[in-house]
């Protein structure tokens, strides 16, 4: 795996920068990204000194692009890669941390890479980043179970069932992210907001996300989406959409 796919860096003591580093893909997330910031963030864990981290991605264009669907549609797998949603490795993952993580979106944020940053605890994003929950698209259910806690049951219906593009101002007034900034103090901002939560109790912020989230999120609810995604995927229209989405992606017909 290259070293240079996932950049870790100490901001501080206490604060730990994870940025997604793959470029030509506007880092979509195929099985190595994926489990390359599943590593990243299990060493922020094993770090007793680590109590806050920040997710973004490199460059200005993409925070993640959403799950590599190249990857996913067989082209160009290597052997040994599994066929599977590798978008799910990683996002199911930061969901579970105990860490507080801060998503810097800093540019498109779509269908993995928003559940992503659904993931995270909280959401700074440039004024020019964009927003997009693809699913119904493609055949399967993305953000219905975590999504709603953000924005509304009535907003996020409307965002997954018409698989709208949306901006950085919508996302603020709807409350999906917590506050803007233009693309040059995004992520100066967002690393200020992790030394202020290092410098409160780790324990303490960690119990309080623990606490927050056993009363919002309904596993029952993050249950039933997985149980649902494992009976649309393969099936014949999912298979018919995902196809043509991927032609439009890969210019191959």
């Not at 004024?127 to 259910?141: C, D, H, M, N």
Request: hydrophobic share 45%; charged share 25%.
């Amino acid at each position: 795996m290259s070293d240079q796919l996932v950049k870790v860096a100490k901001h501080s003591d206490h604060v730990v920068l994870i940025t997604m580093n793959r470029l030509e893909r506007h880092h979509a997330l195929n099985h190595e990204l994926a489990t390359r910031l599943v590593e990243a963030l299990e060493d922020c864990e094993n770090d007793p000194d680590v109590s806050a981290v920040v997710l973004t991605g490199a460059g200005e264009k993409a925070f993640c692009a959403g799950q590599d669907m190249v990857e996913q549609s067989g082209i160009g797998r290597e052997e040994g890669v599994p066929k599977s949603i590798a978008a799910y490795i990683a996002i199911e993952r930061f969901a579970n941390s105990p860490l507080p993580i801060i998503a810097a979106i800093n540019g498109y944020c779509y269908g993995g890479g928003a559940a992503l940053a659904i993931s995270c605890d909280i959401r700074l994003a440039s004024e020019l980043a964009t927003f997009r929950l693809p699913g119904a698209e493609y055949g399967l259910v993305v953000g219905a179970a975590a999504f709603p806690r953000l924005v509304g049951a009535a907003r996020a219906k409307e965002l997954i069932f018409t698989a709208k593009k949306f901006n950085a101002l919508e996302a603020e007034r709807w409350g999906f992210v917590n506050s803007l900034f233009s693309p040059d103090y995004l992520l100066a901002e967002a690393l200020s907001m992790a030394e202020m939560i290092s410098e409160n109790s780790a324990t303490a912020v960690q119990e309080s996300k623990r606490v927050i989230d056993t009363a919002t999120l309904d596993q029952v609810a993050l249950g039933l989406e997985d149980e649902i995604n494992a009976r649309l995927r393969g099936s014949e229209d999912q298979v018919s959409r995902f196809n043509k989405a991927t032609k439009r992606v890969t210019g191959k017909s």
